[in-house]
T-cell receptor, first 113, second 115 residues
Framework: DQQVKQNSPSLSVQEGRISILNCDYT??????FLWYKKYPAEGPTFLIS?????DKNEDGRFTVFLNKSAKHLSLHIVPSQPGDSAVYFC????????????FGTGTRLKVLA | AAGVIQSPRHLIKEKRETATLKCYPI?????VYWYQQGPGQDPQFLIS???????DKGSIPDRFSAQQFSDYHSELNMSSLELGDSALYFC??????????????FGNGTRLTVT
């Protein structure tokens, strides 16, 4: 049972344009959401997070939007750069009685120069 | 800044052997998580520790055990290794005490190959 889903396995975007990565979750008890970037042969690197009491969090070129009613979050990268090419994972935590961070299946982003 | 340190980076073992993976969290981090990532898959939660006590358990086989020591480092012990145990094993740490919600910081993983 995949509680956190990223339905797009890959995405290609032109340099300078906006990249939008999407994530859906099923457990309404999740109250903390995170995005990670992963390069090959490295561990996931934390990018940005959002608490369920907010609907938007911004950090430089990265903005995360949370729509609780739709159980959906998205990561916007503006402007996209070739160095952003990586696999992006969303994660969720806070479901009642558990301290696990559940990861999505990842989206491979390729930013074309 | 100091990051999460995992050792070894690569490990090759034969079926039915044992393996021990080590994780040194970021200084002052009190919580450690272990994840297993197979090829093309998302990281799967195995087990976590807070202040040396197991805080949560995921899809960790009975053949695996883990613990967190007084210096907060953690070890994942894997016995009777099977071919399907070949994967990347990530350790992550965070600070629980300051906030219920805080991000996990990952090490670069141990790639285990079972032959």
């Amino acid at each position: 049972d995949q509680q956190v889903k990223q339905n797009s396995p890959s995405l290609s975007v032109q340099e300078g344009r906006i990249s939008i990565l999407n994530c859906d979750y099923t457990n309404s008890m999740f109250d903390y959401f995170l995005w990670y970037k992963k390069y090959p042969a490295e561990g996931p690197t934390f990018l940005i997070s959002i608490s369920s009491i907010k609907d938007k969090n911004e950090d430089g070129r990265f903005t995360v939007f949370l729509n609780k009613s739709a159980k959906h979050l998205s990561l916007h990268i503006v402007p996209s750069q070739p160095g952003d090419s990586a696999v992006y994972f969303c994660a969720a935590s806070g479901a009642s009685g558990t301290y696990k961070y559940i990861f999505g299946t990842g989206t491979r982003l390729k930013v074309l120069a | 800044a100091a990051g999460v340190i995992q050792s070894p980076r690569h490990l090759i073992k034969e079926k039915r052997e044992t393996a021990t993976l080590k994780c040194y969290p970021i200084p002052r981090h009190d919580t450690v998580y272990w994840y297993q990532q197979g090829p093309g898959q998302d990281p799967q939660f195995l087990i976590s520790f807070y202040e040396k006590m197991q805080s949560d358990k995921g899809s960790i086989p009975d053949r695996f055990s883990a613990q967190q020591f007084s210096d907060y480092h953690s070890e994942l012990n894997m016995s009777s290794l099977e071919l399907g145990d070949s994967a990347l094993y990530f350790c992550a740490s965070r600070v629980w005490g300051e906030s219920y919600n805080s991000p996990l910081h990952f090490g670069n993983g141990t790639r285990l190959t079972v032959t």
